[in-house]
Structures are given as structure tokens and as C-alpha cells.
């Protein structure tokens, strides 16, 4: 049972464009949302999260939507980068969790293309 | 501050062989976790731990064992290697204040065969 889906396993744009790249999850106990960002051969780092009390968060060129009646989740990236050349990861955790365990989606690897 | 160090890097087993992954982080930080990906997948959840003599299980501790005897170290150990354990194993840490937020290792990529 995937509790977390990133339904898109990879997406290509062009330099200077928006990237979007989508998250579900099924979960309704879940209230607090990450973004991760992986290069080959290295760990996840974290990027951006939103609590369930917000429906936005921004941080530079990254910005995270929450729609929590559709239980869906998004990252906008603008401007896409090369450098932003990597597998996103969506995770989320449920607060009555103690720990901080997270449910990690399968991933998008999103290609910026010069 | 090195973050977080996993060894080794690679390691190749034979089924039915045992083996320690180590994870050593200089943070200070009283949570650490222990995950496995399996290609095309996310990250899945093996054991976690909140402090120095307190662990508990993830979504897949079945075949692992853990212990956590100093807020430094959390060793993952494998006991009778099986196929289906051929994964990448990332170690992660985070702090109580904002234990979302964690900090990965590098992983180490075990091959079981």
C-alpha cells in the first residue's frame, strides 16, 4: 500500500523554465510534507517542507503547494536550473509519529536541459 | 563537521554471510534512522532511534538488527544474507527540535548473491 505516490518517474524542461513536479498521498493523518533532492551516488538532502497548517511555502526558486482536500502536494521550480538535475523525492510524516519517521514517494528525476 | 559517514561503500555478500554497516554522525544529533531503495523506489524505513539505548522498528526491519550505545554511532547489522536484501542503505540524522529535517550519508550499496 503506497502511502506516498509521485506518479511521474521523470520530467524534462528546458533552462529558464517552471518545473512542477507532483506528489499524492492517501494518508489524512499525515500534516507535515518534505522535498528531497538526490544526486547520483550521494544521499537525499532536504530542500523544502509545509506543514498541513499552510498551503504554500517558499524558499527562493522553490515553492510547495499543499491542496489538502485533494491530498496532493507539488514543488515549483522557476527558474529550472541544470543544476537542478536530479531525483526529487516527496516524503511525509504523520505529527502522533514520534521520531520523525517519513514515507518517501518513488520519485521523479527531473532533467533540465541547457 | 564530516555530517554524517557510512562504511563501507560497496560490499558484495554471499547469502547466508552476516555483516555490520556502520553510521557515524557528528552533530550531536539524537535521531537517526536507518533506510534501504531499492531501485525505482523510495526510501523505506528499517529502524530508527531516538537517543542512546532506544530503538524501534520502521516499515522493514525484518533481517536487521540495530543498537544505538552512544549518540555517535547506529550500526545496521545484517543477519543471514539474503538476495532480497540487495539494496542501497542510507543512514540519515536529525535533531529533536525539527526531527523532519534529516541529514543523509552517502549510502552504501550491498549486492547479496
Known amino acids: 500500500d503506497q502511502q506516498v505516490k509521485q506518479n511521474s518517474p521523470s520530467l524534462s524542461v528546458q533552462e529558464g523554465r517552471i518545473s512542477i513536479l507532483n506528489c499524492d498521498y492517501t494518508n489524512s493523518m499525515f500534516d507535515y510534507f518534505l522535498w528531497y533532492k538526490k544526486y547520483p551516488a550521494e544521499g537525499p538532502t532536504f530542500l523544502i517542507s509545509i506543514s498541513s497548517i499552510k498551503d504554500k511555502n517558499e524558499d527562493g526558486r522553490f515553492t510547495v503547494f499543499l491542496n489538502k482536500s485533494a491530498k496532493h502536494l507539488s514543488l515549483h521550480i522557476v527558474p529550472s536550473q541544470p543544476g537542478d538535475s536530479a531525483v526529487y523525492f516527496c516524503a511525509a510524516s504523520a505529527s502522533y509519529n514520534q521520531g520523525g519517521k517519513l514515507i518517501f514517494g518513488q520519485g521523479t528525476e527531473l532533467s533540465v536541459k541547457p | 563537521n564530516a555530517g554524517v559517514t557510512q562504511t563501507p561503500k560497496f560490499r558484495i555478500l554471499k547469502i547466508g554471510q552476516s555483516m555490520t554497516l556502520q553510521c557515524t554522525q557528528d552533530?550531536?544529533?539524537?535521531?537517526m534512522y536507518w533506510y534501504r531503495q531499492d531501485p525505482g523506489m523510495g526510501l523505506k524505513l528499517i529502524y530508527y532511534s531516538v537517543g542512546a539505548g532506544i530503538t524501534d522498528k520502521g516499515e522493514v526491519p525484518n533481517g536487521y538488527n540495530v543498537s544505538r550505545s552512544t549518540t555517535e554511532d547506529f550500526p545496521l547489522r545484517l543477519e543471514l544474507a539474503a538476495p532480497s536484501q540487495t539494496s542501497v542503505y542510507f543512514c540519515?540524522?536529525?535533531?529533536?527540535?525539527?526531527?523532519?529535517?534529516?541529514?543523509f550519508g552517502p549510502g552504501t550499496r550491498l549486492t547479496v548473491t
Open positions: 552533530m550531536n544529533h539524537n535521531y
Open positions: 540519515a540524522s536529525s535533531h529533536g527540535q525539527n526531527y523532519y529535517e534529516q541529514y
